[in-house]
Nanobody, 116 residues
Framework: QVQLVESGGGSVQAGGSLRLSCAAS????????MGWYRQAPGKQRELVAT???????NYADSVKGRFTISRDNAKYTVYLQMNSLKPEDTAVYYC??????????WGQGTQVTVSS
């Protein structure tokens, strides 16, 4: 089992920045890909960014050039640096991890609110 704990959400004005963190524990040695997803009110959960154990990244078009995903493998932690935030980035952000057995794990979510 893998446990994921997110931190770093909050409220910010448009154009501001936030940094999310997600620390994995438990059987974290088995983790391969980690990522961030988000869900806005009344909308489906959507991919924000992912990063493999080797550092290959993937971003949603809506965040390219503004968000940066990174990870510290020694600490089993993934980060999401969010710059130039827009009101449409407002959502609950969820950390996700997939292990080598293709099992998926989710964090509890952290709220990000961007005001105009």
């Amino acid at each position: 089992q893998v446990q994921l704990v997110e931190s770093g959400g909050g409220s910010v004005q448009a154009g501001g920045s936030l940094r999310l963190s997600c620390a994995a524990s438990g059987s974290s040695f088995s983790i391969n890909t980690m990522g961030w997803y988000r869900q806005a009110p009344g909308k489906q959960r959507e991919l924000v960014a992912t990063i493999t154990g080797g550092g290959t990244t993937n971003y949603a078009d809506s965040v390219k050039g503004r968000f940066t995903i990174s990870r510290d493998n020694a600490k089993y932690t993934v980060y999401l640096q969010m710059n130039s935030l827009k009101p449409e980035d407002t959502a609950v952000y969820y950390c996700n991890a997939e292990n080598i057995f293709r099992s998926l794990y989710w964090g509890q979510g952290t709220q990000v609110t961007v005001s105009s």
